[in-house]
């Protein structure tokens, strides 16, 4: 008997749960986040979720947004998806978040696009691949740059500088298998042809063979595409083969941490990035720039550390929702509409001009050619 | 192909190989003295680079190493101490379970202690870009630094377990434990060295490999499933053996990335454990249930 009383005592208390969890309270506003804090690509969601914490607490401290205190539901999917859409599932059922922020990667991104389409939940997606809002899906948005625009800012550089014939290396995470497929599809457009293009395991620890088969190509550069540490073994690879031509990195690489891994070897290698990582050198004119040498200090004041184009899409999502909040309430339809009318919000990663067609509303000019002098990242002189 | 690029594949190859072998090195020093598979190796190894590239922020590089492989000795001691020294004749299977959940408990540690970005010690000589050239092909420096370490390594456990008493101890112990007793041979204090042995030259495969595959708090796993491929692959308890199959390994998969595309490289490596594990598992499994060391087995081939 005493089992079944405890037995029944629990279950009450689980409808009980549930059934103020499905209440909610409508003066808060229910953000859910998935992103990768820990595993292989903790570069890109430790910064993303230490960035969305400082932004919920600040807009908490001011009151919230519109008067709406932002309850914040933080998972970590380490990069995998199998967890993303499992804490996805959980964030959509139970706790009714009105938004989720994230994922980090673009192989998890893809997974959630479907389940947040069906259940009428936002996504704000801070990974590259085109094909997150491409085909678009009413409910999935993205904040961080598209691939091609990358592939396409490399390969007008490329041109500028004489080059024609290339390799391509790419991992085989989401990221690289996007930037593989966009730099293979867009090449011709610019007269530049792929001589060789290879993928290489994400936790590679050495790449000299496959850069001698790529040397034996004769091209006249190379460019790399993934967010792994493998980038920063690439660079002392091909410097240590002695393989002396231009190195291009996709827009994965705006992150000291792999100049510092890389050393002497990443000096003078070329790469697309957001305006976070040369704030201090736009011109006062720059519509970005206020806002991101405020992103900057606070990010290095509250975490000791520089911040990277990474944050800097966290702090974009978390705008770009805050903004459409303010507009529209927190009925998720009407911030839907809110968030594909917006136009001219300046974020971190460059201004926002979102469409019903476009649900990324980033332009190809968001990035800048960027390479490393003396350990550092500096715009590429024309 | 070209000769030089022959060679190159080659030295790619050897590269390559000569991490995997350092790796594969640690595994054998614990399985030779207590007969277990240690799968927390690969954490020694991170732990040892970590501990280096901090001690290395205000100390010269040979003191940081030093420092970071007495550390990482120490923890591998507490971590015997505590997790398995209790344990009475315990099995295999809990023994590998035991050992996976400790690497996961070091991994999260060090995610905690450090961070999740990558670091790298600097090369031991030269920078990042410098190289050797050999006949028209090019190595990094660090690689024969990793080369001669595991040389070291090779030589010195040889004559620690051929010639001394402490290191002819612990192969009694691994041998038969009761007659090893009954000898007032103090087998619990052995299995703690053994540890330490273990994890220092973890640290410092940890700290040489650094510059190359640098270090981040989840690279344990990956290394230690390479490292242990070779182990096997070498007939686990040999330790010249493993650094052979090591550098076996690594040429295999540069010799595959010359005529396949190098996603295939893996499935090379994996092919080979597979066919070993069929043709030839007694190295493995017929060393595991007998639940003693190959005595006499350390050095020779």
Same mark, same amino acid.
């Given at each position: 008997m005493r089992g079944r009383a405890l037995f029944l005592s629990i279950g009450i208390f689980i409808a009980f749960a549930c059934i103020t969890g499905w209440a909610g309270n409508p003066d808060t506003v229910r953000l859910g986040a998935i992103l990768a804090?820990?595993?292989?690509? $903790?570069?890109?969601?430790?910064?993303?979720?230490?960035?969305?914490?400082?932004?919920? #607490? @600040?807009?908490? $401290?001011g009151g919230g947004i519109a008067g709406k205190k932002v309850e914040l539901f933080l998972r970590d999917s380490q990069g995998s998806p199998e967890k993303a859409i499992s804490f996805a599932k959980q964030l959509i059922e139970e706790e009714q978040v009105l938004a989720i922020i994230g994922p980090s990667t673009s192989g998890e991104s893809m997974k959630l696009k479907g389940l947040c389409n069906d259940s009428q939940t936002i996504l704000l997606s801070c990974a590259a691949a085109e094909t997150i809002v491409n085909p678009v899906s009413p409910w999935v948005f993205k904040v961080a740059p598209m691939d091609s625009s990358a592939a396409r800012m490399i390969f /007008?550089?490329?041109?500028?500088?004489? +080059? &024609?014939?290339?390799?391509?290396?790419? &991992?085989? &995470? =989401?990221? %690289? /298998? %996007? =930037? @593989? *497929? /966009?730099? !293979? @599809?867009?090449?011709? $457009?610019? =007269?530049? &042809? +792929?001589? +060789?293009?290879?993928?290489? #395991?994400? !936790?590679a620890t050495d790449l000299t063979g496959v850069l001698t088969k790529i040397r034996g190509q004769n091209v006249q550069a190379l460019v790399n595409w993934s967010t792994e540490p493998a980038q920063a073994i690439v660079l002392k690879n091909v410097r240590q083969l002695g393989f002396d031509v231009p190195v291009f990195q996709s827009h994965g690489f705006g992150n000291l941490a792999y100049v510092a891994a890389a050393g002497k070897a990443a000096e003078g290698v070329i790469f697309p990035a957001g305006r976070v990582l040369v704030a201090d050198g736009l011109p006062a004119s720059n519509l970005q720039k206020k806002l991101l040498m405020e992103y900057r200090a606070a990010y290095m004041a509250q975490f000791k550390d520089e911040p990277s184009t990474f %944050?800097?899409?966290?702090?974009? $999502?978390?705008?770009?929702? *805050?903004?459409?909040?303010?507009?529209?309430?927190?009925?998720?339809? @009407?911030?839907?509409d809110a968030i594909e009318g917006m136009k001219g919000i300046a974020g971190t990663g460059g201004i926002f001009n979102f469409s019903p067609a476009d649900h990324n509303g980033l332009a190809i000019d968001c990035f800048e050619m960027l390479t490393v002098k003396d350990g550092k990242f500096v715009p590429l002189a024309r | 192909m070209s000769a030089a690029q022959l060679l190159q594949y080659l030295l790619s190859g050897v590269a390559t190989g000569s991490i995997y072998a350092i790796v594969g090195i640690g595994f054998t020093i614990i399985y030779n003295s207590t007969g277990i598979i240690n799968f927390a190796q690969g954490e020694f190894l991170m732990l040892g680079g970590m501990i280096a590239v901090s001690l290395q922020a205000f100390l010269p590089l040979t003191a940081a190493i030093a420092g970071a492989v007495v550390v990482t000795g120490l923890v591998g001691v507490a971590v015997q101490l505590v997790f398995l020294s209790w344990l009475k004749k315990p099995g295999v299977l809990r023994m590998i379970i035991i050992t996976i959940g400790l690497s996961i408990l070091m991994r999260e540690a060090a995610l905690h202690v450090w961070d999740e970005k990558v670091h790298a010690l600097p090369p031991w000589s030269g920078d990042e870009t410098s190289s050797l050239a050999v006949l028209g092909a090019r190595i990094s420096p660090q690689v024969a630094w990793v080369l001669a370490v595991s040389a070291l390594m090779v030589a010195a456990l040889t004559l620690f377990f051929r010639f001394t008493l402490t290191g002819k101890a612990m192969r009694a112990c691994a041998s038969n434990p009761a007659a090893a007793r009954l000898c007032g041979i103090r087998a619990p204090w052995l299995v703690s060295l053994s540890f330490f042995l273990a994890a220092a030259m973890g640290a410092l495969a940890g700290c040489v490999v650094s510059p190359l595959t640098q270090t981040q708090y989840d690279m344990g796993t990956s290394l230690a499933v390479k490292g242990f491929t070779c182990a096997v692959l070498g007939g686990l308890g040999n330790v010249s053996a493993a650094v052979g199959a090591g550098i076996l390994v690594g040429v295999l998969e540069s010799a595959s990335i010359s005529v396949l595309p190098l996603a295939y490289k893996d499935v090379v490596a994996l092919t080979i454990m597979l066919a070993i594990l069929l043709l030839r598992p007694q190295g493995l499994f017929a060393g595991m249930t007998r639940k003693r060391g190959p005595l006499g087995r350390v050095g020779g081939a």
């Open positions: 804090v820990t595993g292989p690509n $903790a570069n890109l969601g430790t910064p993303e979720a230490r960035t969305i914490q400082m932004l919920v #607490d @600040k807009a908490n $401290a /007008q550089t490329m041109k500028r500088m004489g +080059i &024609s014939r290339i390799g391509v290396l790419t &991992s085989n &995470s =989401g990221f %690289g /298998q %996007g =930037g @593989k *497929a /966009q730099l !293979e @599809k867009l090449a011709p $457009a610019d =007269g530049i &042809s +792929i001589a +060789i293009s290879e993928v290489y #395991d994400k !936790e %944050g800097g899409h966290a702090f974009d $999502a978390f705008t770009v929702l *805050a903004e459409a909040v303010r507009r529209a309430g927190t009925d998720r339809n @009407k911030v839907r | -």
